[in-house]
């Protein structure tokens, strides 16, 4: 980075102008690109099927897209400190087991067997964090090596029926349960309230000290976006059978997640830390604890996705956590959090990346069902779009000449 | 910034390092090497390469700590063995790569680390509008009012990156700032907007200390005083009003004056 500045040449006088297209682009801009994309796929799939705009369907897409979205809302904290954790997958199906084990053969509560798998998912995380930080082995042979082991002792988990039932455990009502008509509303406006808050708080704190408030742009354009779209997702559930529970659980790790990243202290190490770790050091950020925060926070948020997956399937076996390697579980979660612009060299990436990128591979997947494709045209497909949203990327970057951050 | 605070005819100076000896193993790094800063003046440090400069820089920043001498900070034993002690005794340092995070803006590259922020029971939410404010402020007393606030820094010039790590030096009311070669990546213009900036920050009444190889521009015409290593010690101090960029040469390469003309 320092080579490529050193030749920069300085302007006499920086001055303040209006961005151009190029820049909004890779900046305030940067979901353009995936969301027209996430439109043509819409469009394409409406006139391929009839079945895919009704409520149902597009119910389903979500919920189908619930747990790629929450395994890559996680892995989106360790990319953006320039790691990566290819063991998410594995400690999604370990600890599902574990949880299934606890109430199956020990009778555990869910109650108890939930919160302790999540917190079993984040400290395996930060395990490989701390040996990360202190042996000084890259993030990525580590958590190989470690998914790979996690996915051993999840054979060894399992009973010689290779399979927990979880039907009349309780744990098969989190994807049974749908929150409909005022509830559902009430949860949006909730929502909302809590987003307005924010909003105005950063507003009045703005006033307070005299500086110019963009009342349109900041509070009022977002607030009713937010609004437009609650309102037009409720209803779509509601047509059908309400709000899936995976969904909301999902849409509440978005919303903390995105506090975190967007407003708090430890979001902004986390960038800093991407971009340039040596600089984030020298300013005095614990560079090794931020880290693995990032990683216990994937490390839980890969528990919680496996929770619901093995609550969808009704069970836990092999195939929990994709299956032996991590199968195509693994894959998704790092497509999604990239197509959704999350950058793999670090510091780079907004909380919606993950529900974007969730929502191309979701639709991928339902659109092509529906059109009664077979899987392995799905796979395909999925791999081209992977690289063709990277490659945009790029060649916005190039012919924009500004590069994205 | 207090100055002038008790001894007011004798000037006491900001820094002051007698007789400073570092070795690394068996390399002497300073071998007695000697400084002193007063309030609102340019120190510059140069010397061939080797010649301690930098590891002078760093003990005084507190990255080295050192063998022997003496280290004092306003007649004060100095006692730094940290960064952060050093920080806290008012020295800050721009180092030659800057350290700014590119994906960041100016008010996010200046408060790194620091951010002014809310309760831990909000999860230390940052008070952006807060840090904009001071960011301002430093800004316009360093005259660049109109630098963009939210841009990400790797957008900005070199200039102006350099301009916001010196801002970053600052934000905090040090007493000395050193500054790491800071005309080398920077074009002409861009370098004789950097020594303006530095010889307000002086006439704010800070000391200033940097090491450069920029001796026939920014040396000889934007300090006041050159002190010049060789071997690990100072052989010179020279008044840059007085000196020629040739001089300063000879000085650091100990030469013959009639040969390092010719050459």
Redesign the interface.
């Known amino acids: 980075m320092t080579a490529l500045m050193t030749t920069l040449e300085a302007p006499a006088t920086p001055k303040l102008k209006r961005r151009t297209f190029g820049e909004l682009l890779t900046t305030d801009l940067r979901a353009l690109p995936v969301l027209v994309g996430l439109a043509f796929l819409w469009i394409f799939f409406t006139y391929q099927s009839e079945v895919f705009l009704t409520a149902r369907n597009l119910s389903n897409l979500l919920l189908q897209s619930t747990v790629v979205g929450i395994m890559a809302l996680g892995l989106m904290f360790v990319l953006l400190v320039k790691e990566i954790d290819l063991s998410l997958a594995a400690i999604n199906g370990v600890t599902a087991v574990l949880m299934a084990k606890l109430i199956v053969e020990f009778g555990f509560s869910p109650w108890l067997a939930i919160p302790l798998s999540i917190l079993l998912g984040a400290a395996i995380a930060s395990f490989s964090a701390r040996w990360v930080s202190f042996v000084g082995v890259p993030s990525f042979v580590v958590t190989l090596g470690l998914g790979l082991a996690l996915n051993g002792i999840q054979l060894l988990l399992l009973p010689p029926t290779a399979r927990y039932g979880l039907m009349g455990t309780g744990i098969e009502h989190i994807a049974q349960t749908y929150i409909t008509g005022l509830w559902s509303w009430t949860l949006v406006t909730i929502g909302i309230a809590l987003y307005a808050l924010l909003i105005f708080s950063n507003m009045h704190r703005r006033r307070q000290l005299g500086l110019p408030v963009a009342l349109l742009t900041s509070a009022i354009m977002p607030l009713l976006g937010a609004a437009l779209l609650g309102a037009i997702c409720v209803s779509i559930f509601n047509q059908h059978n309400g709000i899936p529970l995976p969904v909301l659980i999902f849409v509440v790790l978005l919303g903390l997640g995105g506090y975190l990243l967007k407003e708090t202290q430890f979001g902004l190490s986390l960038y800093a830390i991407g971009n340039n770790d040596e600089a984030a050091r020298r300013a005095g950020i614990k560079v090794p604890v931020i880290r693995m925060y990032a990683f216990a926070i994937a490390g839980g948020v890969a528990a919680i996705a496996g929770i619901i997956s093995a609550s969808r399937t009704l069970g836990v076996g092999v195939f929990s956590g994709g299956g032996v390697g991590g199968g195509t579980l693994l894959l998704e979660s790092i497509a999604a959090a990239v197509i959704g612009g999350v950058s793999l060299f670090g510091g780079r990436g907004a909380i919606y990346a993950a529900l974007l990128g969730a929502l191309v591979i979701g639709t991928v997947q339902n659109g092509l069902n529906l059109m009664g494709v077979e899987n392995e045209i799905r796979l395909i497909v999925t791999g081209v779009l992977l690289i063709v949203a990277v490659s945009i990327d790029k060649l916005i970057e190039k012919f924009t000449g500004q590069k994205s951050f | 910034m207090d100055m002038a605070s008790n001894n007011l005819d004798t000037r006491t100076p900001l820094i002051s390092m007698r007789n400073i000896r570092k070795s690394f193993g068996s390399l002497h790094a300073l071998q007695g090497a000697s400084i002193e800063v007063y309030p609102g003046e340019i120190v510059a440090l140069v010397g061939d390469n080797g010649a301690g400069k930098s590891t002078l820089v760093k003990v005084m920043a507190g990255v080295h700590s050192f063998d022997s001498g003496d280290y004092e900070i306003e007649g004060k034993p100095a006692n730094i063995k940290t960064?952060?002690d050093a920080n806290e005794r008012g020295i800050a340092t721009v180092?030659q790569?800057?350290?700014?995070?590119?994906?960041?803006d100016a008010v996010?590259n200046l408060f790194?680390?620091?951010?002014l922020?809310g309760s831990s029971w909000?999860?230390?939410?940052?008070?952006?509008?807060?840090c904009?404010?001071r960011a301002r402020e430093v800004l316009t007393k360093m005259r660049?009012g109109?630098?963009?606030l939210t841009?990400?820094v790797?957008?900005?010039?070199?200039?102006?990156?350099q301009n916001i790590a010196i801002a970053r030096s600052i934000l905090w009311q040090p007493k000395i700032v050193i500054l790491d070669e800071p005309t080398?990546?920077?074009?002409h213009?861009?370098a004789e907007?950097v020594s303006s900036l530095i010889r307000s920050l002086a006439d704010q009444g800070l000391g200033i200390v940097v090491v450069s190889h920029d001796i026939h521009h920014f040396v000889v015409n934007a300090t006041d005083r050159i002190e010049v290593m060789r071997l690990g010690a100072n052989v010179a101090s020279l008044k840059s009003m007085e000196v020629t960029g040739e001089m300063v040469v000879n000085a650091m390469v100990g030469g013959n004056e009639s040969v390092n003309l010719a050459g």
Do not use: W
């Open positions: 960064p952060s180092y790569d800057l350290a700014l995070c590119n994906n960041l996010q790194l680390g620091r951010e922020t909000f999860g230390k939410r940052i008070n952006r509008a807060a904009e404010v660049l109109n630098l963009s841009r990400p790797g957008a900005m010039s070199g200039g102006q990156r080398a990546a920077l074009s213009s861009a907007q």
